[in-house]
């Protein structure tokens, strides 16, 4: 399934892209998301008439810094199988100042193609901006709060 979701405010228009499954929480866009916890919620959109379990998979390359973003591989910090519904609280505790990349698929799916990606366009009217075929991204605040987000 393939979701488009455009913008347009003042002379920037915005569009993102979703391949396989769609997030919820945290939201998707250009900038990471910010959440406010060392163990998140991450929630995505059931496939239609899809009502099994699915495979969860968290990624890092470290300490959010340029080099580790540009130079180190990504590596698996956390992952699930035949997780029941669409929402799944992540049981070990992340590091905060990190950038994550996460991705869900049906857990009767097999091939790397299958894990849910995303692509962002920006169109400022004279520099364009984008990433495409991404992981899910966000970053754990070094405040962590009660919320779960």
């Given amino acids: 399934m393939i979701r488009i979701i455009c913008c ?10 979703f391949n396989g499954i769609g997030p919820v929480v945290p939201e998707v866009g250009f900038k990471a998301a910010e959440v406010n916890s060392a163990n998140p919620i991450l929630e995505w959109a059931a496939p239609e008439n899809y009502d099994g379990q699915y495979d969860l998979i968290i990624l890092t390359r470290g300490v959010l810094d340029q080099w580790s973003l540009k130079q180190k591989p990504l590596q698996v910090v956390y992952e699930k199988a035949g997780l029941e519904g669409n929402l799944h609280q992540v049981e070990k505790s992340l590091n905060h100042n990190y950038m994550y990349y996460w991705s869900v698929k049906r857990s009767d799916r097999s091939s790397d193609s299958d894990w849910a990606k995303y692509n962002y366009y920006l169109i400022t009217g004279v520099v364009n901006h984008w990433r495409t075929d991404n992981l899910f991204r966000f970053k754990v605040s070094l405040n962590e709060s009660a919320s779960n987000l």
Wanted: hydrophobic residues 40%.
């Fill in 8 to 17: 347009t405010f003042f002379m920037l228009t915005g569009c993102t892209t």
